[in-house]
């Protein structure tokens, strides 16, 4: 395989599939794609025609994408903004295509990236920052995915921890990030609640009403992010918070606990303080101490060294993070915001702008580069 070739064409591919009609980052995942493709098929069958090769199997990408994306829209339009309260009356084949995607003959980790590909709507880049992969790694492992269910009938549904997995991210990608798919993994995640009784369902559930009912608080009338501690809460939604708090104590009394029980939990406490300095970090520290052993994630253990830095002092905060490998995302974000706390405000601005050089989207990095410039200028005067 001449990779020199597939770079010295991918400019031009990408040119033609922009202007047929395709929008730059839906072009730029069809081509990366077709460059996957090639890998996998050239050196066994090589095109006479390499850069019309690419062009065609990546417009069949787009449109493929085009076309789940349109369908995903048009569900979406069915539903209301904001999730009603009360279980669905029915499931529909939404919910019986993220089990049917979530085959047996898929590892759980590709059949979720098939899944939030192919019905959740989520570009690669968008699935391979929720996995903290490359992008290109995240488009070999859905065409591999892609490879495995060919030809295979769709009659053996996946298993309900795959499916909440697919629920999860695609909630967190529409309460963060640039597609509004949160209201969709609401309404869905209910339709399951209501077809299975099984205490992780129920968690879900409950974490997604609970942090849903902040939204409205998370950003300023100008679109700028407003952290938890400077919220105001008298904006939540009282009514999601007591449903999602509800559907917990309920989950947790049947004494099976699972991840999405326990970040429930630690939203719960973030809702029941009437203002952030009432906050129970104690208690939260002890829930992300369950929900470390459950799931050894290491976004878990660098939410953590926050809340200890809440409990404990940010001294000790700051410990619990020199545990953590400095290339986690959102690593030096909490490293500035410890700093600061401990009264290191040069080491605290120095840090804020090197997180918001790393920061995954434009909202997040002004947020960062307004704090490191309120430091700034606070050592300034």
């Not at 400077?230 to 004494?255: F, K, N, S, Y």
């Not at 326990?262 to 520290?285: M, N, Y």
Request: net charge negative.
């Amino acid at each position: 395989m001449n990779e020199v070739l597939l770079r010295s064409l991918t400019p031009g591919v990408l040119a033609i599939l922009v202007r047929r009609g395709a929008d730059f980052a839906a072009a730029e995942d069809a081509v990366q794609e077709a460059l996957v493709e090639a890998v996998r098929v050239w050196p066994a069958d090589p095109p006479r025609d390499p850069k019309g090769w690419l062009v065609t199997v990546a417009w069949r990408r787009f449109l493929d994408a085009t076309r789940a994306d349109t369908a995903r829209r048009r569900r979406e339009d069915r539903v209301d903004e904001e999730p009603a309260p009360g279980p669905a009356p029915s499931v529909d084949d939404t919910l019986q295509l993220y089990f049917l995607c979530a085959h047996p003959s898929l590892t759980p980790s590709s059949a979720v990236a098939l899944t939030l590909r192919a019905v959740g709507g989520l570009t690669t880049r968008q699935i391979a920052q929720a996995y903290l992969v490359p992008e290109p790694t995240m488009a070999q492992r859905i065409s591999r995915a892609k490879r495995t269910v060919s030809g295979v009938r769709f009659d053996q549904p996946g298993d309900v921890a795959t499916v909440l997995r697919v629920l999860y991210l695609v909630f967190n990608e529409g309460y963060s990030g640039d597609v509004d798919l949160a209201a969709e993994a609401i309404r869905l995640t209910r339709q399951l609640a209501a077809s299975i009784d099984h205490p992780e369902v129920a968690g879900l559930l409950a974490l997604m009403l609970l942090h849903h009912a902040r939204r409205a608080a998370r950003t300023a009338p100008d679109g700028s992010l407003v952290p938890l501690a400077e919220q105001d809460r008298g904006r939540w939604d009282t009514g999601a918070i007591a449903e999602g708090v509800g559907i917990l104590q309920t989950a947790l009394a049947r004494d099976r606990l699972g991840e999405f029980q326990a970040q429930a939990a630690i939203a719960a406490l973030h809702a029941d303080a009437q203002t952030a300095g009432e906050t129970d970090w104690v208690q939260i520290v002890e829930w992300y101490d369950e929900l470390a052993r459950l799931t050894d994630s290491p976004v878990v253990r660098l939410n953590r060294a926050v809340a200890v830095g809440e409990a404990d002092g940010p001294r000790a905060g700051l410990a619990a993070l020199a545990a953590l490998d400095a290339s986690l995302p959102r690593h030096t974000a909490v490293a500035a915001y410890l700093h600061e706390r401990e009264g290191d405000p040069a080491t605290a601005a120095r840090l804020y702008a090197e997180a918001a050089r790393k920061a995954p989207d434009l909202a997040e990095r002004d947020h960062l580069t307004r704090q490191a410039a309120r430091l700034n200028d606070r050592r300034s005067q």
